[in-house]
Structures are given as C-alpha cells and as structure tokens.
C-alpha cells in the first residue's frame, strides 16, 4: 500500500488509532498509539517524534529526539484491540538529517538489502524463517539474593501423564521427543494452532501450515518466504499473534530456545536465496544442483558462524540448545537433505525452489539483525570466493569421535559468540550495514546479559556442590 491507501483504510475501517511499532535492539516489539484523526498524508510523510532514551541500549538522554516512520506496506487492522486500531512498522531515523538512524534494526534489513542490490550479486534476497515455541498452562520464576527458580507446567506435558485432575486425566499426550505429530486427541494443539494461523491470514501474512513438533508443548506455524526487511515484520507479527492468540487461550507462548530440561529445543532454521534480474542465483550444475555463488554463499556462512551466532542465537539460553553430541546442528558443515550440519540444502524439484537453510539460529534473534548478518556473510562468502570444503553426506550425529574431532562447531556460549563478534565484523560494515557504533551498543547490551548469566548461583549447582 502507498500512504492514500492507508488514509483510504482508515476511513473505510472507520478507524479510532493508529500503533506505530518499531523494533529495539534485542529484537522485542515496541509500540506508541495516536488518535486517528491525527494521522494524515502530513503525518506520514513527516513521521512521529519520540523519546529514544529509554529504549535500552539506543541514545541518551543528551540527544534522545527520534522519529519513527511508517511504512505504509505493512498496515494491517490489529485484531486483538477493542478499538479499532491500525497497526504499521516503522524505520527510525534522525529527526535533524532525516538519516537511518544506525542502530535501529529495521533499518539495517533495509540497507543489507540495498548493498545486495549495490553490489550487482543479486536483486532481492528471500528469506523463510520457521520458528517454533512452546506453550504452557503456567510459568512461574524468580530471581533474587536468595532464590532463583522456575517452574512450568501444561496439561498435555509429558510430565503430567499420572497428574491427578478433578475431571480425570485422559492419558492422551505426547510422551518426550514424542510430539512430531500424532493426531488429536494425543495432539491437543489443533484449534489452538488453527486460529494462529487464520488470524495471520486475516491480518494479510502469507502462511501455509502448522503442527505439533518434537517436543513435549512444542509447536511451529509455517510462514512463507518473502523478502529481508518484510520478513522481518512478518517474523516480528509473527511472534505478536502467537503470544496473543494463547493469552486469549490461557496460556503462554514463549520463544526461548530451552526452556525445559532433557527435551527437544526450539529453533528456527532460515531459508535463504537471492535472485537477480528475475532468476534463481543459487540453483546451478554444481554440488546438489547449487550454482557456484550458493556454494561461495554456503562458505561465507560456515566462515562467519561463530560470529553469526551473536545475531542467530543472541541468548544465554541459545547454548542450551546447541550442545555437541544431541540433534543440535552444532557441526559446521553443509549437505543436501541431511539435517545433521549447520547448513542444509533441501531437496527441490524446481529451480525457483532453491535455497540455502541455516538450521543453527533460533527465534530469539532479532529477524532484522539476524537476517542481514547471515546476508552479510553470504555476500561475503560470495565476493572472495570462500570454498565451503567438500559436503558432509554422512550421518554427523553419529560420527566416529575421531572424524567428529576434525569438524568446527560454532560456538558454545554466548560469551564465545560476542568475543568473536568483536574481532570478526568488518564483513558486517561493507557497505555501511552495519556500523562501529552499533555493534559496540548491540555488544554492551549483551555483555550486560552475560555477566547476569555468570554471576548467578544456578539450582543444579546446590544440587551438584552445596554439601562438597
């Protein structure tokens, strides 16, 4: 839609406001609300101040004047709000130069996207993330000197299979690494599922599908591939619909990557493919029908993992996931159709269906800076020709130790990921992409985290030492 089309939708819908969203650096979804009649082809065109000082990690309050811009593409009618309201995605930008204001992360997608077009490689950039969460009846935590706990609970859990409950317990449930996918009533998930997904079709996001997944609560909806910036607000919309429709439902979704012990954990493998002047970049006569440049792209990527994870997997809890040893994709190498390697090529029919699948990142990455980082890389690996080695067709997971010795991981902790953020970035700066300046704020904002992680007594650790 242009900015009439908005102005046009507001008047159809007869609608009272206006959610202007932006996303901060940690990838959470902010929103400030206006009045409708205040929002004209003016308002769009010139946009809306705010106060960027209290976004953590953004400016201080020395120069905290900001300015957010619609885009007038993504409106849609926000369906969970009593009052019609109209929801769009903005850009930041400096109020006194109109610039991309360097930090915000929408407006890091937009320039990746500009510098694949600046760079001649390619015109546009799909991109198709497929994210899972979990969904629990109850979640409690704490934090403080003296205890730290968390306790989850659901109906269909593995866990509650001799739960006594009032109306009986009717013992249909997946069992552990048991929910990929069995039918109701043992998958209890369905209508629940379903209204996600009609409520992102409602709201004008193109999806295909859903489904229970391995873990025990665990689920993923299918969002179709589009291009960098828009998947990021459909990755960020998302997330938005899911939290709410299981608030409606009572219950919690959540994105973390691990938040139960000895189960499955939540990922999010992305899709990748670039296209130029109307035609496939990556498919070709090469290994599992990949062009040469998808394979220049495959290098870039398992170069710059280690890095990649500061974006891909920006959480402590990340690492929970990706430990050697389980069905974690932990293992840099690449193959066609096995899922045990970082990089996976799937299988397609069609050339237009060729793509590259990070399967290492997890949906609490910011889609923004996660998408243009694993672009950066990709490009990258494009343009000095980095050779990905030869494919890994054998099962990884089950490899004999000495052959597992010779193969990189990517890393194993946060902290490993950011100190290899510090010293390998300037393949995030071509272009301008990225700036200096915002890594070092990303980096600050996740060193905070880290040192949270590493100064806090762990339960397990009472249980291991307390009595040593």
């Known amino acids: 839609m242009e900015n009439e089309d908005v102005l046009k939708l507001l008047a159809d819908e007869d609608t009272d406001y206006v959610d202007l969203r932006f996303t901060d650096p940690r990838g959470k979804l902010q929103h400030v609300t206006v009045m409708a009649d205040q929002v004209d082809e003016d308002f769009l065109e010139e946009g809306f101040m705010f106060d960027g000082s209290s976004i953590a990690g953004w400016k201080s309050i020395e120069a ?96 509650n299979s001799d739960t006594e409950y009032e109306t009986g317990n009717m013992g249909h449930r997946p069992g552990i690494k048991g929910g990929y996918f069995p039918v109701n009533p043992i998958d209890d998930g369905q209508d629940l599922r379903s209204e996600m997904l009609s409520t992102m079709k409602r709201i004008g996001m193109k999806v295909d599908k859903h489904h229970h997944e391995v873990a025990s609560c665990q689920h993923e909806l299918g969002l179709i591939f589009s291009s960098l910036t828009i998947q990021g607000d459909e990755l960020q919309k998302y997330k938005y619909v899911i ?47 990949l062009s040469q440049e998808a394979l220049w792209f495959i290098g870039g990527i398992l170069k710059h993992a280690r890095t990649l994870n500061a974006f891909t997997n920006p959480s402590t809890n990340s690492y929970k996931r990706l430990i050697p040893g389980f069905e974690a994709p932990v293992l840099r190498a690449y193959s066609a159709r096995n899922r045990s390697g970082c990089v996976r090529i799937p299988w397609t029919e069609s050339p237009k269906a060729k793509r590259v699948e990070a399967r290492f990142p997890d949906p609490a990455a910011n889609p923004y800076l996660a998408f243009s980082a694993l672009l950066m890389a990709g490009l990258d690996g494009i343009r000095n020709r980095t050779d990905p080695g030869p494919a890994s067709d054998k099962d990884l997971y089950d490899l004999p130790p000495e052959e597992l010795a010779g193969i990189p991981t990517v890393c194993a902790s946060l902290r490993e990921a950011l100190e290899n953020l510090e010293t390998d970035h300037d393949f995030l700066l071509a272009g301008d992409v990225f700036t200096t300046d915002q890594i070092e ?20 650790e009472y249980k291991m030492y307390y009595s040593c």
């Open 243 to 289: 939290h709410n429709v299981a608030h409606a439902y009572g219950k919690s979704a959540t994105f973390m990557p691990k938040p139960i012990y000895g189960d499955n954990g939540t990922g999010m493998h992305v899709n990748m493919s670039i296209w130029k002047e109307g035609k496939p970049l990556f498919a070709g006569d090469r290994y599992a029908d």
């Open 441 to 460: 704020g990303y980096l600050a904002l996740k060193w905070e985290e880290v040192y949270a992680y590493e100064h806090t007594p762990h339960p397990v």
């Open 64 to 159: 905290s004047d900001m300015k957010l811009m619609p885009d007038a593409g993504s409106a849609y009618i926000d369906p969970f709000y009593a009052e019609k309201t109209l929801a769009m995605h903005c850009s930041v930008v400096e109020p006194d130069t109109g610039e991309a204001y360097e930090r915000d992360p929408r407006g890091t997608a937009q320039k990746a996207e500009a510098y694949l077009r600046a760079s001649g490689i390619g015109d546009v950039a799909y991109f198709g993330p497929e994210a899972e969460f979990f969904l629990f009846d109850d979640v409690r935590f704490a934090v403080g000197m003296n205890k730290v706990s968390y306790e989850v609970d659901a109906q269909d859990a593995a866990w």
